[in-house]
């Protein structure tokens, strides 16, 4: 008796079970007749739209604020960092094995061929000493001052392909990174010590490491296009009594308004690597 009285209950759930997914007496699909549903997805069709639409529109009218040439809103970087070529924090060769510094000389020919010659020409030759302002010229491309890999000497890979790696003394390039609109005063350049009990030789190319101030200010990157900074090289004169120590050389730009000593940021106006060279 209790196994026939259950049968018309569980008839009853599973026939409730089907209307809730689609029941016939009313035509409802998931508790919706066909106009509600049309309804639904007629609000939310129009709603997105709408959400569309102004995103595309606030878009659009922040895009007609922004300059192709000058960003609107920029780095609050007062002074610009440094940054060393070979870029890596420690330079550790042998000498006698020129696999152990290849890779080190193909960088720095790499990177210097957008200073030869050849390209150095188009650029124009700038007064020396002032900055080359061009901010009242009607072409929004800016003008480029040469900048020819001669001027670094026994480190522009002309007259040593190897970069003094082969002898025991390294040429470590330097360049300040590029901040829009910097213009800094008094005679800027970049000063290389070792911080070892013995002092070290370290020449600076061009002489005494000088940056001029015709290289600046930089106006951006679509402005100045064909732009390159300014370089540096240094070449550390390492003797045998070097040779196997790992040598800590800090580099400074000095002579300016340009910031070398803020302790909450170590690589503002200044850089330090290492170097170990063995025979």
């Known amino acids: 008796m209790a196994s026939t009285e259950d049968k018309p209950a569980s008839?009853?759930?599973?026939?409730?079970?089907?209307?809730?997914?689609?029941?016939?007496?009313?035509?409802?699909?998931?508790?919706?007749?066909?106009?509600?549903?049309?309804?639904?997805l007629l609000f939310y069709l129009v709603f997105y739209c709408f959400l569309a639409g102004m995103f595309a529109l606030t878009t659009w009218v922040m895009l007609l604020t922004l300059d192709d040439y000058v960003p609107r809103y920029r780095d609050r970087v007062p002074s610009p960092g440094l940054v060393i070529l070979p870029n890596?924090?420690?330079?550790?060769?042998?000498?006698?094995?020129?696999?152990?510094?290849?890779?080190?000389?193909?960088?720095?020919?790499?990177?210097?061929?957008?200073?030869?010659?050849?390209?150095?020409?188009?650029?124009?030759?700038?007064?020396?000493?002032?900055?080359?302002?061009?901010?009242?010229?009607?072409?929004?491309?800016?003008?480029?001052?040469?900048?020819?890999?001669?001027?670094?000497?026994?480190?522009?890979?002309?007259?040593?392909?190897?970069?003094?790696y082969s002898e025991g003394k390294p040429c470590v390039l330097l360049k300040m990174n590029r901040i829009i609109g910097l213009k800094p005063h008094g005679e800027p350049y970049i000063n290389c010590t070792a911080k070892t009990d013995t002092p070290i030789v370290i020449p600076h190319y061009p002489t005494g490491?000088?940056?001029?101030?015709?290289?600046?200010?930089?106006?951006?990157?679509?402005a100045h296009e064909n732009y390159v900074q300014p370089l540096v090289a240094v070449k550390l004169a390492l003797t045998k009594e070097d040779y196997n120590k790992e040598l800590v050389v800090e580099c400074r730009v000095e002579g300016t308004n340009l910031r070398n000593n803020d302790e909450r940021d170590k690589y503002l106006g200044r850089v330090t690597f290492r170097v170990k060279v063995s025979e």
């Open 88 to 164: 890596v924090p420690t330079i550790t060769f042998n000498k006698s094995d020129p696999l152990k510094y290849t890779q080190y000389v193909q960088d720095l020919e790499s990177f210097l061929q957008r200073y030869n010659d050849m390209e150095q020409e188009k650029n124009e030759d700038c007064p020396q000493g002032v900055h080359f302002l061009q901010d009242d010229t009607e072409d929004m491309t800016k003008k480029v001052c040469s900048f020819k890999r001669n001027s670094l000497s026994f480190c522009s890979g002309l007259s040593d392909t190897n970069y003094g």
């Open 11 to 40: 008839k009853e759930n599973a026939s409730s079970w089907k209307d809730s997914i689609y029941n016939p007496r009313t035509g409802e699909l998931m508790g919706r007749t066909a106009s509600s549903w049309a309804l639904i």
């Open 209 to 222: 490491g000088r940056i001029d101030k015709m290289y600046f200010p930089y106006y951006g990157k679509k």
